[in-house]
Structure formats: C-alpha cells, structure tokens
C-alpha cells in the first residue's frame, strides 16, 4: 500500500501521531492526511470512481490506491468511510461473484416490498432493525440476487459492504489470513442488524436471501482495529459515510445535519434508537457508540448539476441565476425525481416541472425551482425527524450543493430554522481520519479536534418564514396533483 514516492512530509523525533481517512463514495475515492492530535490536514488526494450503480469493487481498490499514492508513507493509522447499503456478494475465494449493487441501484424496489408484506408489515420491520426495506438496502438486494440470479446467490458465502471489502483489502484482502470486519453503523444499513439489540437478525438474513445463510462481517466496537496493512499500518473499524460525517463534523444535540451529495441526507445525533414505521426515518447506529437517525433522497447535488447542463452552465451559473429570481421561481415548481426517489419511496417517479406558462418560462425561474426543488425535499425531511422526537436547533448544511450560496439562503428560509453552512470540506474522510486516531489512542471517547475554520452563520430568516412557508405551499400542492397523497 505505501508508494515507492517520496513522503511528502517530515518525521522528526518529537513527531506527533499521523493519521488518513478515506472516503469512498458513489463517485469518487477522497483521502485526507491529518495530525491525531489536533485534525490539522496535512495532506489529501482524490481518484475518481467509475459511473453507474453497479461497480466491480475492485474498482474502489484502484481508486484508493491511486488517491493515496505517496501519501501514506508516513501514517500511523487508517480508517475507511463508505457509502452505506449496497452489496458485495463474496465466493467461497473471498473474489466477488458479480459487480457490486449501489445503494442507488433502484432494480430492488419490488423486492423490498416483498419482504416488508412477508415478515407482516412495515411496523415489524420498524422493531426489529429499525429500518423499513427500500430499494437501497442490502436485504432488498440479496432478495433481488436470489430472485434473478439463484447461481450467483447459490455461489456467494460471505457478503460485506463497500467500506467492508475496502478495510479488508487494506489488511491483505482474500488469502491474506485477515477476517473482514465491520462497524455498528454501517452495519445498521443492511436491514438484518439491529441497533437496538446491538446484533444480527440472521433470520431476517434468510428471509431476504430465501434461505441461504452466508457469512457476515464481525462487528467491531467504534473505535475496534480491524487489522494492520501489510506495511503495518494501523486500520481502525471504519464506517458508513454519514456516520463519518457526524464525527467529521463533530455534532451537538440540537445539530441536524443536511448533506447534499449525490443523495440528499438529513441525520442527527441520539442516545436511544428510533424505529418509524413509516419507513422515513432509518434508525442507523452512529460511529460512537449512540444512534443516528436519517432520512435519505436520492436526488440533491444532481438536480442542480443536471440544470446546470440543461442550461449549458456550471454551479456558479445557478447560484446567479437563481438569485436573480423571486422567492416561489415566478410559479415554476420541480419535482426533482431525476432518479427515482427513496423518501419517499417512489423508485420509478422521474422529475417533473410544474406551473409552466410563457411568463415564467426563463433560465432565472428554472434555476431557482431547481434549488427550491430540493430543499423542499429536505425540509420534509427534516420534518420526519421532528415527528420521531428529533429536537432542530441548528442545520448544518454540507456536501457539493451547499458550494452555491443561494442554496444556504434559500434553505434558511425554507427550513424555517438556523443554517450554518461550514467551510467546504471533506466531512465524511475527516470523519474516518478521526476515528482512525481514536482507534491508535485506545481512549474512550473520540479525540477532541478543533472545528474547522471559516462556517457562515446564514441565520433565521427575517420574515418569519413566510416566503419559505409559501414556497413550501406551492411544492406540497404540485406534489399532490402528481401523486394524490
């Protein structure tokens, strides 16, 4: 794992503890260099991973090692940050018997309503692991494997998930002797382990895998070590990468967190586990040792991104654009299905744009719908939260979207709440490098690390909500022409 390139920093007797985080998410590898003592970033690096949502893992493995050429040579410890859910189904050599099923990989839809009408409502499955099946969740996928692909599913024996394969192949991988492990978190996104009996339903397991039993990563505590690499480096547990992100961020009670990346997450921290029936809120377990509820869209940084090019500009263009419009985009309303949607749960909805008329029909409106358009989305959920008991102090407001400053303006307003929006930064492998100094320290609690620099305070909004209440109106009133509830 070390590169053969010159280190890009200095040891010198006195030197503190090193430590990396890596993110590996739906697009793309991100790795962050820190000091253990203080989070100072030392160092990053950054490899692109291939598109669509069904992905050899190897591909993940190339991106890492190539995000982290030279850059590893003076670590003390790593950790891995993944995106949650998926599916990497193992053969009996430790090699994958197909690609890797992305949480975005929607073909599980029909299977997740399967499963909730056989285990007897989605109540059940509430109690049980405190998430409702969708499409995402690895369940929903094992279920579609044995369905479509029995001789695919007859030859996998173990199955992990993205982070999983990644901490493993970081310890040496298939032949190596190393065992793979996983963490409490983002084990709490498969929909067969239970946070709050803090262990597998392996009868929930059979039931999506009609029967089969393979075998499954040991769950380690938040700041277990997994192994050490071949080099000797030290790999911590690793997590989901909203998990990370909370640690990254470092959250309050009171703090929500909004992150719009390619999905659009709103998570919080918890003392207790959740469980909502109506399959909204997915009780996680976080990287601490607490809980995280969230709920999850499908569509966030895509809607502005996908504007962006239908208007033939870029994020800044939006964020000009958008400012220019009135808050309501002239009566211009999206839908931003673009691909599916998970919450709801409409897998096969597409976007759609709503109150067209030759009056508002310019760039100016479209771009502001866009970003209306998804906030509105988040601000329901942010809603969900509240119904679960969710107290909302403050919104963070983070991930590749929140770059366009109208989007923290707008969310004030439309959340109806205090927004912060800090510093552009890479929460979820801060998160991951965090938990790896936690792991070398062997502390009980996390180490203490300074907030990151330069967070805007957007604030309240100073109408008392009023137009984000309006905007919100004009969304729940498209949304129940299209889809009468």
């Known amino acids: 794992m070390v590169s053969a390139a010159r280190s890009r920093f200095t040891r010198g007797p006195d030197a503190v503890a090193i430590v990396a985080g890596v993110d590996s998410s739906t697009q793309s590898c991100k790795i962050v260099v820190c000091d253990a003592g203080t989070g100072a970033v030392l160092a990053r690096g950054r490899a692109a991973h291939p598109e669509g949502t069904a992905v050899d893992p190897e591909a993940w493995w190339r991106a890492l090692r190539e995000a982290a050429d030279g850059l590893l040579d003076t670590v003390d410890a790593i950790a891995v940050a993944g995106q949650q859910h998926g599916l ?3 053969g ?105 009996e803090d262990r597998y339903r392996e009868d929930l397991l059979r039931l999506a895998f009609r029967g089969r039993a393979p075998e499954l990563p040991r769950v380690l505590p938040p700041a277990g070590i997994a192994g050490r690499t071949p080099e000797g480096i ?53 990287a601490t040792g607490q809980f995280l509820p969230l709920v999850c869209t499908l569509n966030a940084a895509r809607v502005l ?19 220019s419009a009135g808050p309501g985009a002239g009566g211009l309303v999206l839908l931003p299905y673009l691909g599916g949607e998970r919450t709801p749960n409409l897998p096969d909805a597409s976007g759609t744009l709503l109150g ?30 509240r119904e679960r008991g969710i107290r909302i102090e403050r919104v963070l407001l983070i991930g590749g979207a929140a770059k366009a400053p109208i ?25 991951a490098a965090r938990q790896a100094a936690w792991a070398l320290a062997g502390t009980a609690e996390p180490p203490v690390w300074a907030p ?10 100073d109408d008392g909500g009023a137009a984000g209440q309006g905007v919100r109106a004009a969304y729940d009133r498209a949304w129940k022409s299209m889809y009468g509830r």
């Open 234 to 286: 030290l790999v911590a547990a690793g997590t989901g990468d909203n998990m990370a992100a909370a640690l990254g961020l470092g959250i309050a009670d009171g703090d929500v967190v909004v992150s719009l990346g390619t999905s659009g997450t709103a998570f919080a921290r918890c003392p207790h586990p959740t469980a909502d029936p109506s399959g909204a809120v997915a009780g996680f377990a976080d």
């Open 305 to 323: 991104s996908s504007t962006a090019r239908m208007l033939g500009t870029d994020l800044e263009e939006i964020d000009t654009l958008a400012r």
């Open 88 to 90: 990497v189904a193992l």
């Open 92 to 196: 009996a050599d430790g090699l994958p018997v197909r690609e890797a099923l992305l949480w975005n990989d929607t073909r599980s839809a029909a299977a997740a309503a399967d499963l909730i009408e056989e285990l007897g409502g989605p109540e059940k499955w509430a109690h049980a692991v405190g998430t409702v099946p969708v499409a995402s969740l690895t369940a929903s996928k094992l279920r579609w494997l044995a369905d479509t692909e029995p001789d695919l599913a007859d030859r996998t024996k173990m199955v992990v998930l993205p982070h999983d394969w990644l901490t493993w192949r970081l310890c040496g991988g298939p032949g190596s002797g190393a065992v793979p492990v996983t963490d409490r978190g983002d084990a709490s996104g498969t929909g067969y382990w239970s946070p709050a």
């Open 356 to 385: 067209m008329r030759k009056a508002n029909m310019y760039p100016h409106n479209l771009a502001r719908a866009a970003v209306e358009g998804m906030l509105c989305g988040m601000a329901a959920a942010l809603d969900a939260l």
């Open 452 to 461: 990151r620099p330069g967070a805007v305070e957007v604030g309240r909004p």
């Open 407 to 431: 989007v923290g303006e707008v969310a004030a307003h439309i959340f109806g709440t205090a927004v912060t929006v800090p510093e552009p930064d890479e929460y979820a492998a801060l998160g």
